[in-house]
């Protein structure tokens, strides 16, 4: 079985931003956080309110732009029966695990 890499990061295209996923491509974690924070890109809000207050701000400044993702299926509901979300779903096919195939034979299923 052949294996593929990525070798090439093309998503970012700001090029300052490009060298810091570079520097996380290779495992240097605490060297990229550091230059996210040069950058001010992190802001930590230590108060579990205040931050809860400072994500639903930015949300309200900014709907379009946010993506709400929900752990289950009866959070789903609830933000849909709010109106937060729109009547449609995303649904993405999954495989099964089982039990007679490794992960690698279910990376191939068709």
Do not use: C
């Not at 996380?24 to 309110?49: C, F, M, S, W, Y």
């Not at 701000?57 to 009866?74: C, G, K, Q, S």
């Amino acid at each position: 079985m052949s294996t593929a890499r990525l070798e090439e990061i093309v998503r970012q295209k700001d090029p300052v931003l490009k060298a810091t996923v570079e520097i996380l491509a290779h495992g240097e974690t605490e060297a990229a956080i550091q230059a996210l924070r040069e950058r001010g890109k992190i802001k930590q809000i230590v108060d579990p309110q205040e931050r809860i207050l400072s994500i639903a701000r930015n949300y309200v400044a900014f709907p379009d732009r946010t993506l709400i993702v929900a752990p289950d299926n009866a959070s789903r509901q609830e933000l849909k029966a709010a109106g937060d979300l729109k009547a449609h779903d995303h649904i993405f096919r999954t495989l099964i695990p089982r039990q007679d195939m490794t992960g690698a034979e279910r990376g191939w299923a068709r």
